[in-house]
């Protein structure tokens, strides 16, 4: 376990679930419905720097009505999971690529940037306490959710001088529950997620609030998710949701180039990775619409995937906008997708030899 920058003292519940319990919860977990027995807490303190860092009872907040971040929204998250392996142990998927990009949104956002070894540390404190928490079938994991924001109390429209790290767990389900399933998309030419120059490539809590609209969207016209175009010419394909993009053309892959207002996704780039390790060509940049539309229409787009923590590999299967639709290829997973899908997951959960050095071993 990596040391952190400030001692991180552990205080668990002296009344954890009972084992009853929390084998019915693991049995249907869903995603984001129920918590651990415990949580992390780490402040920031402006001339005093990162302290108290505590592991303790998961349990309510107590706000102030004045707190900064209820007004002025600095607020700043990560996700990632910890899978049980093939051997029993329990390991994380390059936390230390959460942990840098929890410093990125923190820079962005006026924030205290964690140093990488206590966020990484925090992470493996509440995963080796709460291990039993960790499911042992499939695809189903035990999402990890690090996450800070401003705690100091007044409205005054200026950076806050007190911050609150904390890291909490919640046991997840498979996302394919019963096989994968390629999504519906609903094109938003009305609402975009990101501007050049703004925050698009930080995890930020408003980010996720302003794109609520145009799930919502999607959601009316029958649709799963959301593809967000750019900001300035509203034709240049970003991303989907919360998700990074993929085209496949026969046996090469493409991904929209990161400009400033994507989120540089960890799972996109292990598919990056991983995609070249398969033999496939792989390389960023931009596709428009029409790309989209014409490549699908004469059958030189041959599969479009999402990718991201939540459901690593997600096939597209259709697509809606105000300007009519049309069908990926058949409208099924493709060979690709599902190549790529194995690949990354058997890497996360120990299947086969890590390559690349992403998995971190925890308990």
């Known amino acids: 376990m990596t040391t952190p920058t400030t001692t991180l003292e552990?205080?668990?519940s002296a009344?954890?679930?009972?084992d009853t319990e929390r084998e019915r919860i693991l049995a249907n977990p869903g995603f984001g419905r129920y918590f651990t027995d415990n949580m992390v807490t780490v402040k920031w303190t402006e001339g005093r720097?990162?302290?108290?860092?505590?592991?303790?009872?998961?349990?309510?907040?107590s706000l102030d009505p004045a707190n900064m971040t209820l007004h002025y929204a600095q607020t700043i998250f990560e996700g990632l999971k910890a899978y049980r392996q093939v051997d029993g142990s329990v390991a994380t998927f390059r936390p230390e690529e959460n942990a840098r990009r929890f410093q990125r949104s923190a820079r962005r956002m006026a924030m205290p940037e964690l140093p990488v070894e206590t966020f990484v540390a925090a992470v493996d404190a509440l995963i080796a306490q709460d291990r039993a928490w960790v499911p042992g079938v499939g695809e189903e994991s035990l999402y990890i959710r690090p996450f800070m924001f401003a705690t100091e109390?007044?409205?005054g429209v200026r950076p806050a001088n007190e911050f609150l790290f904390m890291v909490i767990a919640s046991p997840a389900g498979a996302y394919f529950a019963g096989g994968v399933k390629p999504v519906s998309v609903w094109l938003s030419e009305e609402y975009v997620r990101a501007a050049p120059g703004g925050t698009g490539e930080a995890k930020a809590g408003g980010n996720y609030a302003a794109s609520l609209i145009a799930q919502a969207e999607a959601t009316k016209h029958g649709c799963d998710q959301v593809v967000w175009l750019d900001a300035t010419e509203r034709r240049w394909?970003?991303?989907?949701?919360?998700?990074?993009l993929f085209f496949v053309y026969g046996d090469k892959l493409m991904t929209p180039e990161l400009t400033g207002t994507l989120l540089a996704g960890i799972t996109r780039d292990s598919v990056l990775s991983i995609a070249a390790d398969l033999g496939y060509e792989v390389t960023e940049g931009r596709l428009t619409v029409d790309d989209w539309r014409t490549g699908n229409a004469d059958g030189t787009l041959t599969e479009v995937f999402a990718c991201g923590t939540a459901a690593v590999v997600t096939p597209v299967g259709t697509v809606h906008s105000a300007r009519g639709g049309w069908t990926v290829a058949d409208g099924r997973p493709g060979e690709v997708t599902m190549k790529v899908r194995k690949a990354l997951l058997e890497v996360q959960s120990g299947a086969v030899p890590d390559a690349h050095g992403w998995r971190h071993t925890v308990a």
Do not use: F
């Open 10 to 12: 552990l205080k668990p």
């Open 49 to 61: 720097g990162w302290h108290d860092a505590e592991l303790v009872p998961y349990a309510p907040l």
């Open 237 to 244: 394909i970003e991303e989907m949701g919360t998700n990074n």
């Open 15 to 18: 009344h954890p679930l009972s």
């Open 153 to 155: 109390v007044g409205v």
